[in-house]
């Protein structure tokens, strides 16, 4: 895993300054620790820094195919990597290193931008071609590695983390109105956006091509997407059968390294799962870590040492606990705009734990959207005999609108009202941090950034108009993967974690995996309204039956019960005071309404008052 970034200027005799470019790679070193390396030639600049993974002695970046005319630098792993330079050897290609590196660069020069259908693996790199003239930028099929740009009439500016391009001459600092929507509505930044207003994200399977020919161009465009195409055909066995063949594949090409490899590991099945198949695919116990509460109702230790226990892994686990919110400055600097996400807490931990033993770390992330594991799923299925009641306000009618279209026939006519009071955070619309009518009221965007032009809530809606004819829970993993799972959990994932430089790897999100579970029907995935249906069944013979009986609790730390004792004065000091930050951009007397609210267990504000913390250290550092 590493850290990429680099300068293209647009005038040729506008040349790359070198401490410029060793700066913004200084500001990712966290990245990359191992090494570090610099292409400049007059108007191009590439950065990287390096952690170093496979072929620990060649492996250096950037790096050129045999005649130097094509320059890569790439943040990633790619599995398949043997596979497929073998292929290139045979057409005749030429490799000096065993670098998954090197197989892209060969890859481009024989396939040009198509060689991206050919990659299995998460990945953002950069590829200049000084052959055509151009820049050739990708980001992985679901968007596990981060990356940023920053684009003006003279420069392109990028780098996997937003605080490399802030090291960059005259960055435009204007904050970004709908950014600070989307904060408040989900707890994450989502589509595009950075935010910086003129800082944006290169989308999950998107690719840029700058052009500097006379004809100067700058496009981006998508090169693939999940296809929904159920198969009927299968019966539940066979799809069990499937669903463990294609698992331990890719389990096993993940396990790819050439340094010490563990797990995260904690009493779910996703986790479980991918442990389980890494021990069917090792012939050495597998360091597995796990992060607890002191409170028992919120810790699933005993169940995670349950699993290690049966296939014998060297376990090792830490008690989280309220004075860790002493990590918030740190997790602000490492994520470089306001995260609303507590469970970055336990997640920075985990990856701390695991770094004192390997340099690699798979988990479970994904099988919730690839299976149908959140609690939303399910919970409609409760509610088809209950009447719908169509007075809905606002936003909420649009988003119905666009999910009624989506929903099979004998599921129409139901209440939203009720799926939108029981749903929280995971599902359709994600039950808003602060609700479409609250934003407008209480937030003052128009003094400080500019107005919002259009509501968070209208790019998921977006989403699902794609999707007609497509059933309920199909669209809502689709919503899922498009929003919060590459906006909130990898982007939690990667930023806690590589502030341990610690590579974290998410097999169930391998492309191949997901296209199968994919092909599974609905109706497989949420049976009697019981998630992960055929997932369970699956993996029943690979994991203890007390794994199948547990509640869904996600991977956070108890924050409401701590702001409510041991933080409630660091609350009330840093919400509470006379002049906070966050004045400048909310109504100060609704937080207090919501500090308090929470304090007195009216109602449960964690989520919001976390939220509210971290916008705060955000403005203290950014402001």
Same mark, same amino acid.
């Given at each position: 895993m590493c850290g990429i970034t680099g300068i293209i200027n647009f005038n040729r005799e506008r040349k790359i300054n070198p401490e410029t470019l060793r700066s913004m790679a200084g500001a990712i070193v966290h990245r990359g620790p191992d090494d570090e390396g610099f292409y400049i030639n007059n108007n191009i600049g590439l950065g990287f820094r390096r952690l170093s993974i496979i072929d620990l002695s060649t492996g250096h970046q950037p790096l050129s195919n045999e005649n130097e005319s094509i320059w890569i630098i790439f943040n990633g792993e790619i599995y398949n990597y043997k596979e497929l330079q073998k292929d290139l050897i045979r057409q005749g290609h030429i490799f000096r290193t065993q670098s998954d590196t090197e197989t892209i660069v060969h890859l481009y020069e024989q396939y040009g931008t198509d060689c991206l259908k050919y990659l299995r693996g998460m990945f953002a790199f950069a590829i200049w071609d000084s052959n055509k003239n151009q820049l050739f930028c990708a980001r992985d099929r679901f968007g596990i590695k981060p990356f940023y740009y920053y684009l003006d009439s003279e420069r392109m500016v990028f780098g996997s983390e937003i605080k490399a391009l802030l090291k960059s001459d005259d960055i435009d600092r204007t904050l970004s109105p709908e950014a600070i929507d989307s904060y408040f509505a989900f707890g994450y930044i989502t589509s595009d956006l950075s935010i910086y207003k003129e800082i944006k994200k290169l989308q999950p399977a998107h690719y840029i091509l700058l052009s500097l020919n006379d004809n100067a161009s700058f496009k981006i465009e998508s090169y693939w997407n999940i296809k929904f195409e159920p198969d009927f055909s299968k019966n539940e066995m066979q799809w069990e059968e499937e669903i463990q063949n294609c698992l331990s594949e890719t389990v096993k090409m993940h396990m790819i390294s050439d340094v010490p490899l563990g797990a995260f590991l904690s009493g779910g099945i996703d986790s479980g799962s991918v442990v389980s198949m890494m021990a069917k695919n090792s012939t050495r116990p597998i360091k597995t870590f796990s992060i607890g509460f002191k409170d028992e109702r919120d810790s699933e230790l005993k169940y995670a040492r349950e699993l290690a226990k049966k296939y014998n892994c060297e376990h090792h686990e830490q008690i989280v606990e309220p004075k860790s919110v002493e990590l918030i400055p740190d997790l602000v600097k490492a994520y470089d705009e306001p995260?609303?996400?507590?469970?970055?807490?336990?997640?920075?931990?985990?990856?701390?734990?695991?770094?004192?033993?390997?340099?690699?770390?798979?988990?479970?992330?994904?099988? =919730?959207?690839?299976?149908?594991?959140?609690?939303?799923?399910?919970?409609?299925? #409760?509610?088809?005999?209950?009447?719908? #009641?169509? #007075?809905?306000?606002?936003?909420?009618? *649009?988003?119905?609108?666009?999910?009624?279209?989506?929903?099979?026939?004998?599921?129409?006519?139901?209440?939203?009202?009720?799926?939108?009071?029981?749903?929280?955070?995971?599902?359709?619309?994600?039950?808003?941090?602060?609700?479409?009518?609250?934003?407008?009221?209480?937030?003052? *965007?128009?003094?400080?950034?500019?107005?919002?032009?259009?509501?968070?809530?209208?790019?998921?809606?977006?989403?699902?108009?794609?999707?007609?004819?497509? =059933?309920?829970?199909?669209?809502?993993?689709?919503? =899922?993967?498009?929003?919060?799972?590459?906006?909130?959990?990898?982007?939690k994932v990667d930023r806690a974690s590589m502030l341990n430089s610690l590579e974290v790897r998410v097999p169930l999100l391998d492309h191949k995996f997901a296209e199968l579970t994919f092909k599974i029907p609905s109706g497989l995935k949420v049976k009697a309204a019981q998630k992960k249906y055929i997932f369970r069944k699956a993996m029943s013979g690979y994991l203890p039956a007390s794994f199948f009986n547990l509640p869904k609790k996600g991977f956070s730390a108890p924050i409401s019960a701590w702001f409510k004792g041991d933080l409630k004065n660091y609350i009330g000091d840093t919400l509470l005071a006379n002049n906070p930050r966050f004045s400048g951009y909310l109504d100060k007397n609704h937080v207090k309404r919501i500090v308090l609210s929470n304090q007195k267990a009216r109602c449960d504000s964690g989520s919001k008052v976390w939220a509210l913390l971290m916008f705060e250290e955000w403005l203290k550092q950014n402001g």
């Open positions: 995260f609303g996400d507590p469970s970055a807490v336990p997640t920075y931990y985990v990856s701390k734990l695991a770094r004192e033993f390997v340099t690699v770390a798979l988990s479970g992330d994904g099988g =919730d959207e690839l299976f149908a594991g959140y609690n939303s799923y399910s919970r409609f299925q #409760n509610i088809y005999n209950k009447p719908y #009641n169509f #007075n809905i306000a606002g936003l909420n009618n *649009l988003l119905w609108g666009s999910l009624f279209n989506v929903m099979p026939h004998n599921m129409k006519g139901k209440s939203l009202a009720y799926i939108l009071s029981k749903s929280r955070k995971h599902g359709f619309a994600y039950m808003n941090e602060w609700t479409e009518n609250e934003r407008k009221k209480y937030l003052r *965007l128009n003094s400080n950034t500019g107005n919002v032009k259009e509501s968070s809530e209208h790019y998921k809606v977006k989403i699902l108009k794609t999707l007609n004819g497509t =059933d309920y829970v199909t669209a809502m993993q689709y919503l =899922d993967m498009k929003t919060y799972m590459v906006d909130d959990i990898l982007t």
